[in-house]
Protein backbone atom coordinates (compact mmCIF):
# COMPACT_ATOMS: atom_id res chain seq x y z
CA UNK A 1 0.00 0.00 0.00
CA UNK A 2 1.97 3.15 -1.17
CA UNK A 3 0.68 6.21 1.20
CA UNK A 4 1.58 10.26 0.99
CA UNK A 5 1.69 11.88 4.32
CA UNK A 6 1.88 15.64 3.35
CA UNK A 7 2.32 18.79 6.24
CA UNK A 8 2.05 21.85 5.56
CA UNK A 9 2.88 25.37 6.74
CA UNK A 10 5.16 25.55 10.07
CA UNK A 11 5.20 21.76 10.63
CA UNK A 12 8.61 21.22 9.99
CA UNK A 13 9.36 24.04 13.35
CA UNK A 14 7.71 21.18 15.25
CA UNK A 15 9.89 20.05 18.38
CA UNK A 16 11.19 24.11 18.14
CA UNK A 17 7.70 25.73 18.50
CA UNK A 18 5.31 26.05 20.92
CA UNK A 19 6.64 22.92 23.09
CA UNK A 20 3.48 22.99 25.13
CA UNK A 21 1.47 22.70 22.76
CA UNK A 22 3.09 20.42 20.09
CA UNK A 23 5.26 18.93 21.99
CA UNK A 24 8.90 18.04 21.89
CA UNK A 25 9.98 15.50 18.99
CA UNK A 26 11.34 17.07 16.30
CA UNK A 27 9.62 16.88 12.51
CA UNK A 28 12.58 14.95 11.35
CA UNK A 29 12.17 11.99 14.32
CA UNK A 30 8.27 12.08 13.25
CA UNK A 31 9.10 11.67 9.95
CA UNK A 32 11.40 8.26 10.98
CA UNK A 33 8.39 7.24 13.09
CA UNK A 34 6.37 7.45 10.63
CA UNK A 35 7.88 5.69 7.76
CA UNK A 36 9.07 3.11 10.47
CA UNK A 37 5.50 2.19 11.61
CA UNK A 38 4.48 2.44 7.61
CA UNK A 39 7.21 -0.23 7.44
CA UNK A 40 5.85 -2.44 10.12
CA UNK A 41 2.56 -1.90 8.26
CA UNK A 42 3.81 -3.22 4.96
CA UNK A 43 3.39 0.69 3.68
CA UNK A 44 5.18 2.48 1.42
CA UNK A 45 5.38 5.95 2.99
CA UNK A 46 6.36 9.55 1.53
CA UNK A 47 6.77 12.13 3.19
CA UNK A 48 6.76 15.78 2.50
CA UNK A 49 6.27 19.49 4.02
CA UNK A 50 6.07 22.64 2.38
CA UNK A 51 5.31 25.98 3.62
CA UNK A 52 3.35 26.89 0.72
CA UNK A 53 -0.42 26.04 0.38
CA UNK A 54 0.10 25.41 -3.90
CA UNK A 55 2.41 22.87 -2.84
CA UNK A 56 0.60 20.77 -0.62
CA UNK A 57 -2.80 20.88 -3.53
CA UNK A 58 -0.22 19.70 -6.33
CA UNK A 59 0.91 16.70 -4.06
CA UNK A 60 -2.61 15.91 -2.98
CA UNK A 61 -3.05 16.16 -7.39
CA UNK A 62 -0.10 13.86 -7.51
CA UNK A 63 -1.11 11.22 -5.28
CA UNK A 64 -3.93 10.58 -7.31
CA UNK A 65 -1.79 10.84 -11.01
CA UNK A 66 0.54 8.41 -9.29
CA UNK A 67 -1.34 6.01 -8.07
CA UNK A 68 -1.21 6.46 -3.78
CA UNK A 69 -3.47 4.50 -1.94
CA UNK A 70 -4.39 7.09 0.73
CA UNK A 71 -2.89 10.22 2.02
CA UNK A 72 -2.47 11.75 5.37
CA UNK A 73 -2.46 15.25 5.87
CA UNK A 74 -1.68 17.80 8.35
CA UNK A 75 -2.39 21.16 6.51
CA UNK A 76 -1.06 23.19 9.57
CA UNK A 77 -2.76 26.85 9.51
CA UNK A 78 -4.12 25.63 5.62
CA UNK A 79 -6.64 23.59 7.72
CA UNK A 80 -9.11 27.16 8.54
CA UNK A 81 -8.43 29.11 5.69
CA UNK A 82 -8.05 26.82 2.51
CA UNK A 83 -10.92 25.99 0.26
CA UNK A 84 -8.51 25.03 -2.03
CA UNK A 85 -7.48 21.80 -0.25
CA UNK A 86 -10.45 20.88 0.26
CA UNK A 87 -11.06 21.03 -3.45
CA UNK A 88 -8.21 19.17 -3.92
CA UNK A 89 -9.58 16.85 -1.61
CA UNK A 90 -12.27 16.60 -3.53
CA UNK A 91 -11.05 16.18 -6.89
CA UNK A 92 -9.17 13.18 -5.79
CA UNK A 93 -12.34 11.21 -4.71
CA UNK A 94 -12.84 8.00 -3.78
CA UNK A 95 -9.09 8.16 -2.17
CA UNK A 96 -9.35 7.76 1.83
CA UNK A 97 -7.72 11.24 3.21
CA UNK A 98 -7.15 11.59 6.86
CA UNK A 99 -6.77 14.43 9.05
CA UNK A 100 -4.49 14.93 11.50
CA UNK A 101 -3.57 17.48 14.09
CA UNK A 102 -0.88 17.31 16.69
CA UNK A 103 -2.92 19.89 18.93
CA UNK A 104 -6.93 19.10 20.34
CA UNK A 105 -7.85 21.90 18.24
CA UNK A 106 -11.20 21.37 19.31
CA UNK A 107 -10.17 23.32 22.39
CA UNK A 108 -8.03 26.00 21.11
CA UNK A 109 -9.18 29.50 19.81
CA UNK A 110 -11.95 29.97 17.75
CA UNK A 111 -10.36 30.63 14.20
CA UNK A 112 -8.93 27.28 14.77
CA UNK A 113 -12.82 25.79 15.08
CA UNK A 114 -13.29 25.42 11.51
CA UNK A 115 -11.33 23.12 8.84
CA UNK A 116 -12.62 23.40 5.38
CA UNK A 117 -10.62 20.20 4.37
CA UNK A 118 -12.51 17.98 6.67
CA UNK A 119 -15.74 17.60 4.84
CA UNK A 120 -13.64 15.43 2.19
CA UNK A 121 -11.95 13.54 4.89
CA UNK A 122 -13.00 10.05 6.17
CA UNK A 123 -11.38 10.91 9.71
CA UNK A 124 -10.02 13.65 11.51
CA UNK A 125 -7.30 12.71 14.43
CA UNK A 126 -6.49 15.33 16.50
CA UNK A 127 -4.89 16.18 20.18
CA UNK A 128 -2.51 13.00 19.71
CA UNK A 129 0.78 14.15 19.06
CA UNK A 130 2.79 12.35 16.93
CA UNK A 131 0.95 9.18 17.40
CA UNK A 132 -2.24 10.95 15.52
CA UNK A 133 0.11 10.32 11.93
CA UNK A 134 0.16 6.41 13.57
CA UNK A 135 -3.47 6.25 14.05
CA UNK A 136 -4.27 7.64 11.22
CA UNK A 137 -2.36 4.79 9.39
CA UNK A 138 -4.09 2.40 10.88
CA UNK A 139 -7.28 3.85 9.70
CA UNK A 140 -6.55 3.65 5.77
CA UNK A 141 -5.79 0.22 6.89
CA UNK A 142 -8.92 -0.71 8.14
CA UNK A 143 -10.82 1.34 5.11
CA UNK A 144 -9.39 -0.82 3.09
CA UNK A 145 -9.97 -3.98 5.24
CA UNK A 146 -13.80 -3.24 5.28
CA UNK A 147 -13.55 -3.19 1.87
CA UNK A 148 -12.44 -6.70 1.58
CA UNK A 149 -14.59 -8.31 3.33
C1 LIG B 1 -1.98 22.10 13.73
C2 LIG B 1 -3.11 23.00 14.28
C3 LIG B 1 -3.25 24.26 13.46
O1 LIG B 1 -4.28 25.07 14.00
C4 LIG B 1 -1.97 25.05 13.48
O2 LIG B 1 -2.08 26.19 12.66
C5 LIG B 1 -0.78 24.23 13.12
C6 LIG B 1 -0.68 22.86 13.63
C7 LIG B 1 -1.73 20.88 14.63
O3 LIG B 1 -1.07 19.96 14.16
O4 LIG B 1 -2.16 20.85 15.78
O5 LIG B 1 0.16 24.71 12.49
O6 LIG B 1 -2.35 21.63 12.45
Known amino acids: M???????PN???IGIREKHIYGTISYQRIVQLIVQEGKK??????????????????WIQDAY????????????????????????VKAIAPMPVVEVHLSKVSEREDFRQISYISKACIKTIQGKKELG????LDVLLDY??????
Open 11 to 13: INM
Open 133 to 136: YIEA
Open 65 to 88: FEKYDGIVINPGAYTHTSIALLDA
Open 144 to 149: YRDREL
Open 41 to 58: RNMEITCVQSNYEGDLVT
Open 2 to 8: KILVING
